[in-house]
C-alpha cells in the first residue's frame, strides 16, 4: 500500500501534468504547499521508487507504475467525495475528508463503495 504522502505526490504529479507531460517541482512545491527541497527529497525517492522520471533541473514525468498508482488514488478521491456529497456532506469537506481517508480504505471496502455508488446512480 503506498503512504499517504507518496499518494499525494503522485496524484499532485499526474494533476500538474495532465497524466502525461512533465511537472516542475516548483508547481509541485506550490500545489502541496511544502518548500522545493522537499519536493526534489521526495522526486528522489520516487524516482528510486519507480514512480517517475526525473532529472535534475528538470521536470518530473510518471512513469506507467506512477501513472497507474495516481489514477488508483484518485478514482478512489471521486468516489469517496462522491459517496459523502451523497450522504449530505458539502463538497469542500467532502473533498478534504476523501483526501483523508483516500488511502487507508481496505480495496473491499472501496469495492463494495463502488457497488453502493453504482446502485444509487
Do not use: W
Not at 499525494?8 to 500538474?16: E, G, H, N, R
Not at 456532506?89 to 480495496?107: F, G, M, T
Amino acid at each position: 500500500m503506498i503512504s499517504e504522502e507518496i499518494g499525494d505526490y503522485l496524484k499532485a504529479i499526474y494533476t500538474l501534468s495532465s497524466g502525461g507531460d512533465y511537472a516542475r517541482i516548483k508547481d509541485i512545491a506550490s500545489r502541496l504547499k511544502v518548500k522545493p527541497p522537499s519536493v526534489s527529497q521526495m522526486i528522489r525517492k520516487l524516482a528510486k521508487l519507480g514512480y517517475v522520471e526525473y532529472e535534475r533541473y528538470g521536470g518530473v514525468k510518471l512513469t506507467q507504475k506512477g501513472k497507474n498508482s495516481a489514477r488508483e488514488i484518485k478514482r478512489r478521491h471521486e468516489l469517496l467525495s462522491e459517496f459523502f456529497k451523497y450522504i449530505g456532506v458539502p463538497q469542500k469537506i467532502a473533498d478534504s475528508d476523501a483526501c483523508r481517508i483516500e488511502h487507508y480504505l481496505h480495496p473491499k471496502t472501496m469495492k463494495r463503495l463502488v457497488k453502493f455508488i453504482e446502485k444509487k446512480g
